[in-house]
């Protein structure tokens, strides 16, 4: 038996065979060759197999999302007869006289980079396509598997670490916890264990190889360590600690349909935060008053290109209609800093974190902003749908927000389209838009604390840097001030305020954020009845009083 320990993100036991995550990613090498029609014909092998597969996914999508979310794979098969792609890459293997893989990879990086340096959107977005393709090809021609979950049981991940993109694309359900040699306690893949409720440990120093993948693990998430072929003594241990939380969850449950409120009156919105309408059963199940955060751009991370108007109104209306007239906040896309989607071609920066993203984004690219808030609007006829915007500094981005969602307004009804009347929000994650909070609230219906960001902002440490953990303190008074004012102003304006970042999951806070006047609290679906608990025990006029 090995033991490696490291830092804990979320609690529990999970026990179960340790799978090495496969990135899908192999370096593509240049070799001479001597017959080069023999690499052309591989490449069209290549091909034909590509084309097999796309057929396949679009089937399965045809079934799942619908012919607007399949069309993208028949448009990658269309993709694969361009002429001009064919040719490079013949060409490539001709007069260089190198393998197929390396022509491939080559005519790929030139067609996507054509791509991306034109003027018109759309001809930018098939860089992205290329891309796929051209990594399909490559796979098959080096008859790699793609990157992710190849097990029929669920697993214990073991990555070095895992991008969005990365497990915005798993299979939850093959997932028994994840364990990751680099990362943060407030990496969206933290993030993404607390929303599933599954023991994850960051920061292990464990070897990646064949010494741990295949084998039995347990994963303590009480106590931040992971056991690779444990003893007979330990695995009796584990499986007793994992009734013992599987006990507390069950006492846990007999809160489901109580009332959110203190022992002296005060009702607390409850809420959830998700990543996907396959999050919606967790929200549910557990008993949320609604859904306090969507994290739209997962939507975006999950594609190869921009999501349509249609697919993203689609998924929409389904959350609202699941949700059954109980509110869902959906926020609009926070692509950038650690959330990088390719087809966006954001080009590097040198501080990401204070970069292009979100907000920023979206006015800059309007005909983004406007597809997203066309399925908003659209979606919202089904439900009751509030729109959110995240990353404001200023009362003048609040103001063409609300010019853009005119413009919008003004579209649909010129077409038509009936839509509801959603309220609108925005995210308080930087100090600056808590300094003007106040002026703020005058433009807006609601207030949501972001405090992952806005510790990170206030303290000038990099919340995805493992290197600072130390430091980064989101305790710290001046952050619990900055919330404390937040909420203060936002009722001096007649709007309410509430925290959709992981601080409102943090119970040794709870009952404070009740105190200071916290209307509302969004938190992971697994940690719902556990701050219900909390909620219901507390007084706030003894902790006013000192008591």
């Not at 992205?128 to 990594?135: N, P, R």
Request: hydrophobic share 40%; with cysteine.
């Amino acid at each position: 038996m090995k033991k490696y320990t490291g830092k804990s993100v979320f609690a529990g036991v999970a026990i179960g065979k340790v799978m090495l995550y496969d990135k899908g990613q192999q370096q593509v090498k240049r070799r001479k060759i001597e017959d080069a029609s023999h690499e052309v014909a591989r490449y069209q092998e290549a091909c034909e197999k590509a084309k097999e597969e796309l057929a396949c996914l679009y089937d399965k999508a045809l079934k799942e999302v619908g012919e607007s979310g399949a069309a993208i794979f028949e448009i990658h098969q269309m993709m694969l007869d361009d002429d001009d792609y064919i040719e490079s890459v013949k060409n490539i293997i001709d007069t260089q006289m190198v393998n197929a893989e390396y022509a491939v990879a080559q005519t790929g990086d030139n067609f996507s980079q054509m791509f991306s340096a034109m003027d018109d959107e759309y001809m930018r977005g098939r860089a992205a396509d290329v891309k796929d393709i051209t990594e399909r090809i490559i796979n098959i021609l080096m008859d790699s598997r793609k990157g992710g979950i190849n097990s029929e049981e669920p697993v214990i991940v073991l990555a070095e670490d895992l991008a969005p993109s990365e497990t915005v694309q798993m299979d939850k359900s093959k997932i028994l916890s994840f364990v990751s040699e680099k990362g943060s306690v407030n990496s969206h893949t933290s993030i993404l264990a607390r929303t599933m409720g599954i023991p994850a440990l960051i920061g292990v120093d464990i070897p990646l190889d064949e010494s741990v993948d295949g084998h039995m693990g347990i994963v303590d998430g009480n106590n931040g360590c992971i056991y690779i072929d444990p003893d007979d003594e330990t695995l009796e241990k584990m499986r007793k600690e994992q009734k013992k939380d599987s006990e507390k969850k069950d006492l846990l449950l007999q809160l489901k349909g109580k009332e959110d409120v203190t022992l002296d009156g005060i009702h607390i919105k409850l809420y959830a935060n998700i990543g996907n309408i396959k999050d919606v059963v967790n929200v549910l199940n557990n008993d949320a008053a609604g859904i306090g955060l969507f994290r739209s751009e997962f939507i975006y991370l999950e594609r190869d290109t921009y999501p349509t108007e249609e697919e993203q109104f689609s998924i929409y209306r389904k959350v609202a209609e699941s949700m059954a007239g109980k509110p869902v906040i959906i926020r609009t896309l926070d692509i950038g800093a650690d959330k990088q989607a390719e087809y966006f071609n954001l080009g590097k920066e040198e501080n990401p974190a204070l970069g292009l993203r979100a907000i920023r984004i979206c006015l800059q690219r309007p005909e983004i902003f406007k597809t997203q808030l066309r399925a908003l609007y659209r979606a919202s006829a089904y439900g009751n749908i509030s729109i959110m915007y995240p990353m404001i500094t200023s009362v003048s981005e609040v103001d063409r927000i609300k010019d853009i969602e005119q413009e919008v307004k003004e579209e649909l009804s010129r077409d038509g389209i009936s839509i509801g009347n959603p309220k609108t929000g925005i995210m308080i994650e930087t100090p600056a838009a808590v300094m003007i909070s106040r002026e703020l609230a005058k433009k807006v219906d609601f207030f949501s604390i972001g405090t992952n960001d806005l510790t990170q902002y206030t303290l000038a440490i990099d919340r995805q840097n493992s290197n600072l953990d130390e430091f980064y303190d989101s305790h710290h008074p001046a952050v619990l001030e900055m919330i404390r004012m937040v909420v203060e102003n936002a009722h001096k304006e007649g709007i309410w305020a509430g925290i959709c970042g992981e601080l409102g999951a943090d119970t040794t806070l709870t009952s404070e954020f009740i105190s200071m006047g916290v209307d509302e609290l969004s938190v992971s679906a697994g940690k719902l009845l556990a701050i219900r608990k909390i909620i219901r025990e507390t007084d706030t006029s003894k902790i006013k009083a000192g008591e």
